[in-house]
T-cell receptor, first 115, second 116 residues
Framework: AQSVSQHNHHVILSEAASLELGCNYS??????LFWYVQYPGQHLQLLLK??????LVKGIKGFEAEFIKSKFSFNLRKPSVQWSDTAEYFC?????????????FGIGTKLQVIP | EAGVAQSPRYKIIEKRQSVAFWCNPI?????LYWYQQILGQGPKLLIQ????????DSQLPKDRFSAERLKGVDSTLKIQPAKLEDSAVYLC??????????????FGSGTQLSVL
């Protein structure tokens, strides 16, 4: 069975600071990787995804993530955060189980950006 | 496009009572998921439907939780009887086809359940 670990549970940054949120997964086969975001008062939504090819993927709002297969990692980055990036971020792994796709989420990281 | 609809938004009950949640997925989405999100934790999959059939309910506490998806569209999740530890947000999500790769999930706003 797959699992996901997120290392930072609560991060506080000032505007314009750089962001990196760690995510490691455990699964022996091929995986698809996602970052989902939940802004205050809103529902979970997709931020970016990796399936194959270029391990550096770009998502909405200037976010990017790098898949490092040897490290089983999929860290989320943004060079300069804004107050509007305040949200909770979830790393997720999608692996095939019994023919269908099963999505497992990490515990989440709450990001607070201070103006 | 219309999103995933869930109701009620909030529910407060006493332990040992029963409660039901309703979900209407995005039109045309074959796969429907119920997740439980306890405060401070990530969403945990309770049950996954493909059309009206169950493909995964390995983490559903079947002695008290039940779910159905009649006609492969709407779904209800029921808890009977509720325990204090069931206090959580119950999220419904849908995707076009959970048997395909690359599928992203569309989430509803969730139902926040408090068991007193």
């Amino acid at each position: 069975a797959q699992s996901v670990s997120q290392h930072n549970h609560h991060v506080i940054l000032s505007e314009a600071a750089s962001l990196e949120l760690g995510c490691n997964y455990s699964y022996g086969g091929t995986v698809n990787l996602f970052w989902y975001v939940q802004y205050p008062g809103q529902h979970l939504q997709l931020l970016l995804k990796y399936f194959s090819g270029d391990p550096l993927v770009k998502g909405i709002k200037g976010f990017e993530a790098e898949f490092i297969k040897s490290k089983f990692s999929f860290n989320l980055r943004k060079p300069s955060v804004q107050w509007s990036d305040t949200a909770e971020y979830f790393c997720a792994v999608n692996a095939r189980s019994g023919g269908y796709q099963k999505v497992t989420f990490g515990i989440g990281t709450k990001l607070q950006v201070i103006p | 496009e219309a999103g995933v609809a869930q109701s009620p938004r909030y529910k407060i009950i006493e332990k040992r009572q029963s409660v039901a949640f309703w979900c209407n997925p995005i039109s045309g989405h074959a796969t429907l998921y119920w997740y439980q999100q306890i405060l401070g934790q990530g969403p945990k999959l309770l049950i996954q439907f493909q059309n009206n059939g169950v493909v995964d309910d390995s983490q559903l506490p079947k002695d008290r939780f039940s779910a159905e998806r009649l006609k492969g569209v709407d779904s209800t999740l029921k808890i009977q009887p509720a325990k204090l530890e069931d206090s959580a947000v119950y999220l419904c999500a849908s995707s076009l086809d959970g048997y395909r790769d690359f599928e992203k999930l569309f989430f509803g706003s969730g139902t926040q359940l408090s068991v007193l």
